[in-house]
């Protein structure tokens, strides 16, 4: 299969999404070390789900940032049948766990401000282990349905993928086959697994919000609606993104416009990600002072 991405700027793009992979590298590996590292930091439920979604960002990145590069690098842009679904089997269970845990972790902030009495009941370690065990299980659950429907596919027109890696849509659109059963399970499956999630999160800060404002003190309302604003620039950012490719029938499919949503979830959001919920943390930066032997 061939995999174009806008040949007039292939050499612009390459050090771009370089720069772009090797941060996310950095970043996500760096949070998740700090706070395994931390076991006072591990323990804490915010943070245990933070170690969980930074090194879901970096499959995320993983499954289809270095295959780019590649093919940047090569300009050769073909890929085997089964790299393609293997591509497509990782992208989507990195991708559908992190909208999970983004969901553990606004449910995690709700129970703290909403119900601090029974915070530590509900949100014990045993809890945050079966719900984190949860987000990767049916991440990639989801992700095992469409790569088993996708293999008993046919393709025997155009293999070019107008796109920079394998996704769902574009390659429904290349088969030659009923596509109905897969178009059908993609509206009403795969829109419970992005919805529900984001349904989930954006209801748990609204309570937040509702709870926040009851707060007498103005400097309290300023600090919590500042932790609030960063999750949820990400949350939009990842939800919003994703939810206009993949909520909508394969044949509205645009590839330009897609590609470049694209970039912002699977290169963008998971670079943001550290500097957004950990690297401007006292928490993380205390723990990476005492990694690093700095008093």
Same mark, same amino acid.
Request: glycine share 6%.
């Given at each position: ?41 591990? #323990? ?24 780019? @590069?590649?093919?940047?690098?090569? #300009? ?71 790569? @088993? ?38 509206? %009403? ?7 529900? *999630?984001?349904?989930? %999160? ?45 909520? #909508? ?20 959001? *998971?670079?943001?990600? *550290? ?21």
């Amino acid at each position: 299969c061939d995999i174009p991405l806008w040949p007039q700027h292939e050499r612009l793009f390459f050090p771009i999404f370089l720069f772009l992979y090797l941060m996310i590298l950095l970043g996500n590996l760096l949070i998740a070390l700090l706070i395994h590292y931390n076991v006072r930091l591990y #323990r804490t439920p915010m943070y245990f789900f933070l170690s969980h979604l930074s090194l879901a960002d970096v499959g995320f990145s993983s499954s289809t940032v270095p295959k780019m @590069l590649h093919n940047l690098l090569t #300009r050769t842009k073909n890929i085997s049948y089964g790299g393609c679904l293997a591509q497509m089997f990782f992208f989507l269970g990195f991708g559908n766990t992190e909208s999970f845990l983004l969901a553990s972790m606004a449910y995690d902030r709700y129970v703290a401000i909403c119900h601090p009495l029974r915070y530590t009941v509900l949100m014990n370690q045993k809890n945050c282990f079966l719900l984190a065990s949860g987000c990767w299980l049916l991440g990639f659950l989801h992700s095992l349905l469409y790569t @088993l429907m996708m293999s008993r596919l046919s393709f025997c027109a155009s293999r070019e993928i107008p796109h920079y890696f394998c996704d769902l849509h574009p390659l429904i659109k290349l088969s030659c086959s009923d596509t109905s059963a897969i178009q059908m399970t993609t509206l %009403t499956e795969g829109t419970i697994t992005m919805v529900g *999630p984001f349904t989930v %999160t954006i209801l748990s800060y609204a309570f937040i919000f509702y709870r926040v404002l009851k707060i007498p003190s103005a400097a309290g309302k300023r600090k919590a609606f500042s932790t609030c604003g960063a999750h949820l620039t990400t949350v939009v950012l990842f939800f919003g993104t994703v939810i206009a490719v993949y909520v #909508r029938p394969s044949s509205t499919y645009s590839g330009t416009k897609v590609r470049v949503m694209s970039v912002a979830y699977t290169a963008v959001t *998971p670079m943001l990600n *550290p500097f957004i919920y950990s690297l401007r943390n006292s928490e993380i930066q205390q723990s990476l002072r005492k990694c690093l032997g700095v008093l």
